[in-house]
């Protein structure tokens, strides 16, 4: 079994920036390839960053490009998303996702965190 713990959420104005961090814990080899979501309020989740190879390659959604690094510790198995220049449409909740497979921004991801709440105002 895997745990997956997200921190790092917060309220910040616009322009500002955050970090988020999530670490897996139990069974990790099972948990190698993590990604972050965001899932708007009213809208449907989407993927925003992901690591997709165990070269630390990364993938973004064109929304946050330029914006969002995605980086991993892999001593400590914990993925973090530096969020800079932040927009109102950032808001919502930030969700950590890991599993076996680099399946980048789409959910299949195995093991899912409880999400951290990001709040950007105007």
């Known amino acids: 079994q895997v745990q997956v713990v997200e921190s790092g959420g917060g309220s910040v104005q616009a322009g500002g920036s955050l970090r988020l961090s999530c670490t897996a814990s139990?069974?990790?080899?099972?948990?190698?390839?993590m990604g972050w979501f965001h899932h708007p309020p009213g809208k449907e989740r989407e993927g925003v960053a992901a690591i997709v190879d165990s070269d630390g390659s990364t993938t973004y959604a064109d929304s946050v490009k330029g914006r969002f690094t995605v980086s991993k510790d892999n001593t400590k198995n914990t993925l973090f998303l530096q969020m800079n220049n932040l927009k109102p449409e950032d808001t919502g909740m930030y969700y950590c996702?890991?599993?076996?497979?680099?399946?980048?921004?789409?959910?299949?991801?195995?093991?899912w965190g409880q999400g951290t709440q990001v709040t950007v105002s105007s």
């Open positions: 996702a890991a599993g076996p497979s680099p399946y980048g921004l789409d959910p299949w991801y195995n093991y």
């Open positions: 139990g069974y990790t080899s099972d948990a190698y390839y």
